[in-house]
């Protein structure tokens, strides 16, 4: 049985994220932009938070797991190569690791380049993957601590996924991200389609959020750079549009 996914706006632009397995009773908040809204919501529902599952150590993605965890006495997973930034961090994971969560298993990739220690949790019996800010729809992350070797490496891991597995981004990004991506690649109808369909969304006041693999890798021009190299020009490039 899939996992029951609610996504919940935060601060300006993040997406919270609330995964809940009925069999187990287990809810897990994916990062913790905002800990009062996101455990009002979990309350709403009649899920008792019982995990955090942070991607990396920037205070959008962890200023609410004091709040979170003395409120309900959650077990805090954080990625290893980051655990002294985890604020409450129980269970260090490093890239290959699978833990369990309820009847599912969790895998852990590390994909450095937003961060160094950046890494993401990919469920597949739920068809999901949780990428933080290394992928975005049509974006990737800032390359605020890593290179872009890094990062081509870490979109690779995600690229190597289903294609038709859903990908939860933490931010709402998608028309600034596909503005530029029409700069890059003007002639993609599959982008063009995909910004078709974001104005829409957005317009109607809906999350362009989750994606897909294959979405991404048809129209990004970040998974879809042939080296590191083109990646880094696309990035900086996309850091001074």
Not at 18 to 35: C, K, R, V, Y
Not at 129 to 134: E, K, P, R, S
Not at 179 to 207: C, H, I, K, W
Request: charge should be negative; glycine fraction near 8%.
């Amino acid at each position: 049985m899939k996992m029951k996914i609610e996504q919940i706006p935060c601060l300006s632009d993040n997406y919270g994220y609330l995964l809940h397995d009925e069999e187990s009773g287990l809810t897990a908040s994916i990062d913790t932009p905002d800990g009062k809204v996101i455990a009002a919501r979990a309350d709403e529902l009649g899920w008792t938070l019982t995990h955090i599952f942070n991607t990396h150590h920037h205070f959008d993605h962890v200023g609410g797991n004091a709040y979170l965890k003395d409120k309900y006495g959650v077990t805090i997973i954080g990625p290893k190569a980051d655990a002294k930034r985890i604020p409450g961090i129980d269970q260090a994971v490093s890239d290959g690791e699978t833990f369990t969560f309820g009847n599912h298993q969790v895998h852990v990739f590390h994909t450095p380049g937003h961060t160094k220690g950046h890494c993401v949790y990919y469920i597949p019996g739920s068809n999901c993957v949780f990428v933080g800010d290394t992928l975005f729809a049509l974006g990737c992350g800032r390359l605020f601590e890593g290179t872009p070797a890094q990062m081509f490496e870490s979109l690779a891991k995600l690229a190597a996924l289903p294609d038709t597995t859903d990908v939860y981004c933490a931010h709402e990004y998608t028309l600034s991200n596909g503005a530029f991506a029409l700069t890059v690649d003007p002639d993609n109808v599959d982008l063009q389609s995909y910004m078709s369909e974001a104005r829409t969304l957005r317009n109607q006041g809906l999350p362009t959020v989750p994606t897909t693999i294959e979405r991404e890798k048809r129209a990004n021009p970040f998974i879809r750079a042939a080296n590191a190299k083109e990646l880094g020009e696309i990035r900086a490039a996309k850091d001074n549009f």
